[in-house]
């Protein structure tokens, strides 16, 4: 069936360092959601995309979804502790059907 | 506004044993909820989802079983447990159409079958 994949599996980085997610489909996608895990935590929504190229902004996060609304892309610009958790996306098939990207481990090393 | 609330927040029980987790959404009305289960180091695996009251969808074949009494409340249960069924379980809503409103989440409860 339809899958969303999501690059890498796992990151690691040094504190101040950039960070960077991606969620692919082979399809197109209506609208993409992304949320974040803290370790032990429940997810949170952080962000919703719906048009073609539309960038979005919050602080040092920066979410964009392709051109042919086949991929998105989370980027976090100097990572810090309070940034570390699984990052991933949720979006929906062409059968209406919800589907959610595998998630990104982020470790941040202070 | 809108909270969600589940519970326990942990569990630790017996193979064979019954099952009750509740949650209960208060700030809204005739929401879509949802019961999740996240394994360890996976991602989010949807069980059951409830557009109404006593309307049950289940995605996955399993010893578990959910109902919706009431419109805000909405309990998974099992009648055996399985050493299997340890997870992560996570309850959520959304307005009607969680692709365009999104999900809230419950703390989750974290169950250890032994």
């Known amino acids: 069936g339809q899958q969303v994949m999501q690059i890498p599996q796992y990151q690691h980085v040094q504190e101040g360092e950039d960070f960077t997610t991606y969620c692919n489909s082979s399809?197109?996608?209506?609208?993409i959601q992304w949320y974040k895990q803290r370790p032990g935590g429940h997810p949170v929504f952080l962000i919703q995309l719906v048009k073609s190229g539309e960038v979005k902004k919050q602080k040092r996060l920066t979410f964009q979804f392709g051109e042919a609304k086949k991929n998105s892309s989370l980027h976090i610009t100097a990572t810090q502790t309070t940034d570390v958790g699984t990052y991933f996306c949720?979006?929906?098939?062409?059968?209406?059907?919800?589907?959610f990207g595998p998630g990104t481990s982020l470790s941040v090393i202070p | 506004s809108q909270t969600i609330h589940q519970w326990p927040a942990t569990l630790v029980q017996p193979v064979g044993s019954p099952l009750s987790l509740e949650c209960t959404v208060e700030g809204t009305s005739n929401p879509n909820l949802y019961w999740y289960r996240q394994a360890a180091g996976r991602g989010l695996q949807l069980l059951f989802y409830?557009?109404?009251?006593?309307?049950i969808s289940s995605e996955v074949p399993q010893n578990l079983s959910a109902s919706r009494p009431q419109d805000r409340q909405f309990i998974l249960s099992s009648k055996k447990l399985l050493l299997s069924d340890s997870g992560f379980y996570l309850c959520?809503?959304?307005?009607?159409?969680?692709?365009?409103?999104?999900?809230?989440f419950g703390s989750g409860t974290r169950l250890t079958v032994v």
């Open positions: 959520a809503w959304s307005e009607q159409g969680a692709l365009v409103s999104g999900y809230t």
């Open positions: 409830s557009v109404g009251i006593g309307q």
């Open positions: 399809t197109t996608l209506s609208n």
């Open positions: 949720i979006t929906k098939t062409s059968y209406d059907k919800v589907i």
